[in-house]
């Protein structure tokens, strides 16, 4: 559900801006201020998983969140809309990191646990599909405001079984950690994300070189300085300084981060693409970019034997990322009408996302302790919607600033945003395979 929340909005988007009489700039923040509460208040969300308990973390975000998409579908008004956007970003990041870190510590270091994380990452896949059709049908047929109210169902009622699913071990708390939670750390860092998209997605409004711009890219430095610094002082941080010594949790969240960017704006980018350059239905756009999460759930089933097959994780993962760029390349000459090269491309960046995502996690969660699994899937879940909300906006913003046409992005736009995906996954690649040559020496935090 989390992940379909994602997928399912960018296809209503087009939608959402005529109704409410949203400006194209505007109307990217309902991505945004999602994916920004989502990625600031993660590692809040695994911490307090890992002090109060999983199961009793995982029903509450579940509540919030259900409660959140009920107000954005009654929505009157961008600010409601954009509150509970907020607010269900919020719900996110309690569930997300609950939801890892119950796997990670179900099951045992090795295989096991690969091949469930593989079934993890195969399952958002899945809501990654179901988003893109059920949205294009629900906004086709109905309304835009559908894609929020259907969550509140699916939502309440897996709040009220996962007490009876989930046994009394999966709300077992950390006896170690006090019940001190790093508040004005979360609040620094979600500040910190918030100020650097802030800059990035309005630099082709204002001007790159604008003091606003300037000066909003200034404070988000000075936020990420002061969290870094609140982070020593706390006596229960939401990051210990000594788990980045941990090579695989460094490297993971890296990784995690540069799919998000890639990810997050290709998916805007192209719903946009479709529906205002090709003017195609919502349906059509969903069926269209459907057959990427195919793929990706195909990584994710098999990811434990693509492993084996390619030598590693850590090989998976370059030739991952590398499927991605492939697939963005071949985006890079989207056409101003037809279809011809844009169903292997999604299949190519979805099997990339997908097989990146799966890596990412696994090699961060390896050699860590269950006491802090929460905290890991905190930090790589917080890395990938950093760079979701990075990518919906830097994505964006160069189709806007190269391609403007009447409002709306042209083709040459899209073409060179997804330039700017392909950049991404080349880095993730080349990180990736200096990793597979110089093997990821597991440094044990505490």
């Given at each position: 559900?989390?992940?379909?929340?994602?997928?399912?909005?960018?296809?209503?988007l087009?939608?959402?801006?005529r109704?409410l009489?949203?400006?194209?700039?505007?109307?990217?923040?309902?991505?945004?201020a999602?994916?920004i509460?989502?990625?600031?208040?993660?590692i809040?969300?695994?911490?307090?998983?890992?002090?109060?308990?999983?199961?009793?973390?995982?029903?509450i975000?579940?509540?919030?969140?259900?409660?959140?998409?009920?107000?954005?579908g009654?929505?009157?008004?961008?600010?409601?809309?954009?509150?509970?956007?907020v607010?269900q970003?919020?719900?996110?990041?309690i569930v997300?990191?609950?939801?890892?870190?119950?796997?990670?510590?179900?099951?045992?270091?090795?295989?096991?646990?690969?091949?469930?994380?593989?079934?993890y990452?195969?399952t958002?896949?899945?809501?990654?599909?179901?988003?893109?059709?059920?949205?294009?049908?629900?906004?086709?047929?109905?309304?835009?405001r559908?894609?929020?109210?259907?969550?509140?169902?699916?939502?309440?009622?897996?709040?009220?079984?996962?007490?009876?699913?989930?046994?009394r071990?999966?709300?077992?708390?950390?006896?170690r950690?006090?019940?001190?939670?790093?508040?004005?750390?979360?609040?620094?860092?979600?500040s910190a994300?918030?100020?650097?998209?802030?800059?990035?997605?309005?630099?082709?409004?204002?001007?790159?070189?604008?003091?606003?711009v300037?000066?909003?890219?200034?404070?988000?430095?000075?936020?990420?300085g002061?969290?870094?610094?609140a982070?020593?002082?706390?006596?229960e941080?939401?990051?210990?300084?000594?788990?980045?010594?941990?090579?695989?949790?460094r490297?993971?969240?890296?990784?995690?981060?540069?799919?998000?960017?890639?990810n997050?704006g290709?998916?805007?980018?192209?719903?946009?693409?479709f529906?205002?350059?090709?003017?195609?239905?919502?349906?059509v756009?969903?069926?269209?970019?459907?057959?990427?999460?195919?793929?990706?759930?195909?990584a994710?089933?098999?990811?434990?034997?693509?492993?084996?097959?390619?030598?590693?994780?850590?090989?998976l993962?370059?030739?991952?990322?590398?499927a991605?760029a492939?697939?963005?390349?071949?985006?890079t000459?989207?056409p101003?009408?037809?279809?011809?090269?844009?169903l292997l491309?999604?299949?190519l960046?979805?099997?990339g996302?997908?097989?990146?995502a799966?890596?990412?996690?696994?090699?961060?969660?390896?050699?860590?302790?269950?006491?802090d699994?929460?905290?890991?899937?905190?930090?790589?879940n917080?890395?990938?919607?950093?760079g979701?909300?990075?990518?919906?906006?830097?994505?964006?913003?160069?189709?806007?600033?190269?391609?403007?046409e009447?409002?709306?992005?042209?083709?040459t736009?899209d073409r060179?945003a997804?330039?700017t995906?392909?950049?991404?996954?080349?880095?993730?690649?080349?990180?990736?395979?200096?990793?597979?040559?110089?093997?990821?020496?597991?440094a044990?935090?505490?």
């Amino acid at each position: 559900m989390m992940v379909l929340d994602f997928s399912i909005v960018n296809v209503a988007l087009p939608s959402i801006e005529r109704e409410l009489n949203l400006s194209t700039s505007l109307v990217d923040w309902v991505v945004t201020a999602y994916a920004i509460a989502f990625g600031g208040l993660l590692i809040l969300g695994g911490r307090a998983a890992d002090m109060l308990g999983r199961r009793r973390m995982f029903v509450i975000g579940l509540v919030a969140f259900s409660l959140a998409s009920l107000s954005g579908g009654l929505a009157q008004d961008p600010v409601l809309l954009l509150a509970s956007r907020v607010v269900q970003g919020a719900g996110a990041a309690i569930v997300m990191p609950a939801a890892l870190s119950l796997i990670t510590t179900g099951f045992p270091e090795g295989r096991e646990r690969t091949r469930a994380l593989g079934l993890y990452g195969a399952t958002a896949s899945l809501g990654f599909v179901a988003g893109q059709v059920l949205g294009g049908v629900l906004v086709e047929f109905t309304s835009w405001r559908a894609v929020f109210l259907v969550n509140v169902p699916v939502g309440l009622i897996a709040a009220i079984i996962a007490p009876k699913v989930l046994g009394r071990s999966a709300n077992l708390r950390d006896t170690r950690a006090g019940h001190r939670l790093d508040v004005r750390g979360a609040l620094l860092i979600t500040s910190a994300v918030a100020l650097a998209v802030f800059a990035v997605s309005e630099g082709d409004t204002f001007g790159w070189l604008s003091p606003v711009v300037l000066g909003t890219a200034a404070a988000a430095a000075i936020a990420f300085g002061a969290f870094a610094l609140a982070e020593t002082r706390h006596p229960e941080p939401l990051i210990r300084l000594d788990m980045f010594r941990h090579a695989g949790l460094r490297r993971g969240s890296a990784l995690a981060l540069l799919m998000g960017l890639w990810n997050g704006g290709e998916m805007l980018v192209l719903s946009l693409y479709f529906q205002q350059v090709l003017h195609e239905s919502p349906l059509v756009t969903g069926l269209a970019i459907a057959p990427q999460g195919m793929a990706g759930f195909t990584a994710g089933m098999f990811g434990t034997q693509l492993a084996a097959r390619f030598g590693g994780v850590r090989r998976l993962l370059a030739v991952t990322a590398a499927a991605s760029a492939a697939g963005f390349l071949v985006l890079t000459q989207l056409p101003a009408a037809g279809y011809s090269p844009l169903l292997l491309a999604v299949m190519l960046i979805g099997f990339g996302t997908a097989g990146t995502a799966f890596g990412s996690i696994v090699i961060a969660s390896r050699g860590v302790p269950d006491s802090d699994q929460g905290v890991v899937g905190g930090m790589i879940n917080t890395s990938r919607q950093i760079g979701a909300a990075i990518g919906a906006a830097l994505l964006p913003a160069v189709a806007l600033g190269v391609g403007h046409e009447a409002g709306v992005t042209g083709v040459t736009g899209d073409r060179a945003a997804m330039l700017t995906g392909a950049v991404a996954s080349v880095l993730a690649m080349l990180l990736a395979w200096r990793a597979s040559r110089v093997g990821d020496p597991v440094a044990q935090p505490r």
